[in-house]
């Protein structure tokens, strides 16, 4: 197991994570991250997803602490096709 107090987060590669889904049942969790067009698929004990997200809240609760709440509103993004050009 790695020692996170020997972890210099600055020198490991980092991937864009831009979603995620995931599924659980009685002994297992598992979910997948997304960055782009590619996944990476995890799977883990309810023990350490619980503790996975307590970190997760902390972060979170930090940042707003810091810089605001984030806002949550979806993004409105345009579709390139509109009302007006289906009579066209």
């Known amino acids: 197991?790695?020692?996170?107090?020997?972890?210099?987060?600055?020198?490991?590669?980092?991937?864009?994570?831009?979603?995620?889904?995931?599924a659980y049942g009685k002994e297992i969790f598992s979910f997948a991250l997304t960055s782009g067009n590619n996944l990476d698929s995890f799977a883990t004990t309810p023990q350490?997803?619980?503790?996975?997200?307590?970190?997760?809240?902390?972060?979170v609760e930090n940042y707003e602490k810091q810089f605001g709440e984030i806002n949550m509103t979806p993004?409105?993004?345009?579709?390139?096709?509109?009302?007006?050009?289906?009579?066209?």
């Open 1 to 22: 197991m790695i020692d996170p107090k020997k972890v210099d987060l600055n020198q490991i590669p980092k991937k864009f994570c831009d979603g995620a889904i995931g």
């Open 48 to 59: 350490v997803m619980k503790s996975i997200s307590i970190w997760m809240n902390k972060q």
């Open 75 to 88: 993004p409105q993004i345009q579709s390139p096709i509109q009302m007006a050009d289906l009579g066209k």
